[in-house]
């Protein structure tokens, strides 16, 4: 499987985050300087509650000063704090957030709301080739954070590693964990002795009405980036929707923001899917390692 091979990638199954949609007046945030935390009261509908006992899916009004109306998963550090809930009860909680991770606490119902219908979709990745077996996204030219003209072809020889994300995705350990886990592998292949300068990370942002080339640009230079070893794409929504298909990334949008899972993908020097991590978290380590592999391999 050659470059095309991230075309073609149906691997692991997703870890569905999301980061999406509606509107409460609740008062600036409350810092707290002695731990450099940030505080923020809210409002939302209990959509989900997961096997873990540790999370829980709302769809809670705005935030004031922090983030629009979403429907989106939030974390407890103890399982009781969610005891007795049920999907479509209303609630009241407070949105504990550091430079790393957010928590909910303080969580009290306070009546109970008709359940949604539930859509089903099916995002299978998938394999779609032209008669000559060549998919016509690799030639295709994205947009990168310079307004420079991209396409998928131009990165032959080099190692990769692709991602897809929004800038306005208000959550630490969600988009932000993506960025970060970019920024700490790159400072980590930049400092080796003699490591190899044949790699590249893609950032491709599905917010494509949102997330222009300036946009990428002054969010690109929050994480230090390096243009030589990390661009950020854009393209027309119907060119970005058809890739993060076939690589198996599945997003939906709600209101300005959307829904999605994980996929941090490696491709080698000669064009083949090495791995993919279908995960969040801290795995700029795992990154480096792969990338020195996939930057060893020969290209055909």
Same mark, same amino acid.
């Given at each position: 499987m050659e470059i095309r091979g991230l075309l073609s990638i149906a691997l692991l199954s997703c870890l569905l985050i999301s980061c999406g949609e509606k509107s409460d007046e609740s008062g600036p945030p409350l810092h707290n300087r002695a731990t450099e935390r940030r505080m923020f009261m809210a409002k939302g509908v209990v959509k989900e509650l997961k096997a873990d006992r540790r999370t829980v899916i709302i769809r809670h009004e705005s935030i004031s000063n922090y983030?629009?109306?979403?429907?989106?998963?939030?974390?407890?550090?103890?399982?009781?704090?969610?005891?007795?809930?049920? #999907?479509? &009860?209303? *609630? +009241?909680?407070?949105?504990?957030?550091? %430079?790393?991770?957010?928590?909910? $606490?303080?969580?009290?119902?306070?009546?109970?709301?008709?359940?949604?219908?539930?859509?089903?979709?099916?995002?299978?990745?998938?394999?779609?080739?032209?008669?000559?077996?060549?998919?016509?996204l690799l030639d295709y030219k994205f947009t990168n954070e310079l307004g420079q003209a991209v396409s998928l072809n131009q990165f032959q020889?080099?190692?990769?590693?692709?991602?897809?994300?929004?800038?306005?995705?208000?959550?630490?350990?969600?988009?932000?964990?993506?960025?970060?886990?970019f920024q700490e592998a790159s400072r980590k292949l930049?400092?080796?002795?003699?490591?190899?300068?044949?790699w590249h990370f893609l950032s491709v942002s599905f917010d494509t009405e949102f997330d222009t080339p300036s946009v990428l640009?002054?969010?690109?230079?929050?994480?230090?980036?390096?243009?030589?070893?990390?661009?950020?794409?854009?393209? #027309?929504? &119907?060119? *970005? +929707?058809?890739?993060?298909?076939?690589? %198996?990334?599945?997003?939906?949008? $709600?209101?300005?923001?959307?829904?999605?899972n994980f996929r941090t993908l490696i491709i080698d020097a000669a064009g083949d899917l090495q791995m993919a991590f279908p995960v969040g978290g801290n795995i700029s380590d795992g990154i480096v390692e792969e990338i020195l592999k996939a930057a060893a391999v020969r290209h055909r």
């Open positions: 983030m629009a109306a979403m429907t989106m998963p939030f974390r407890v550090r103890e399982p009781s704090e969610l005891a007795g809930l049920q #999907p479509g &009860d209303s *609630i +009241s909680f407070c949105i504990q957030v550091t %430079d790393s991770e957010s928590w909910i $606490e303080q969580i009290s119902k306070t009546g109970t709301s008709p359940p949604d219908v539930v859509r089903a979709t099916d995002q299978q990745g998938g394999e779609i080739r032209s008669p000559h077996g060549q998919h016509p020889g080099q190692a990769l590693a692709v991602t897809f994300f929004f800038t306005r995705c208000p959550l630490p350990e969600y988009c932000p964990r993506l960025s970060q886990n930049n400092s080796m002795t003699g490591a190899p300068t044949n640009k002054a969010y690109a230079a929050k994480y230090q980036y390096d243009p030589n070893h990390w661009s950020f794409l854009t393209g #027309p929504s &119907d060119k *970005i +929707s058809e890739l993060a298909r076939l690589c %198996d990334v599945s997003f939906e949008r $709600e209101g300005g923001f959307y829904n999605h």
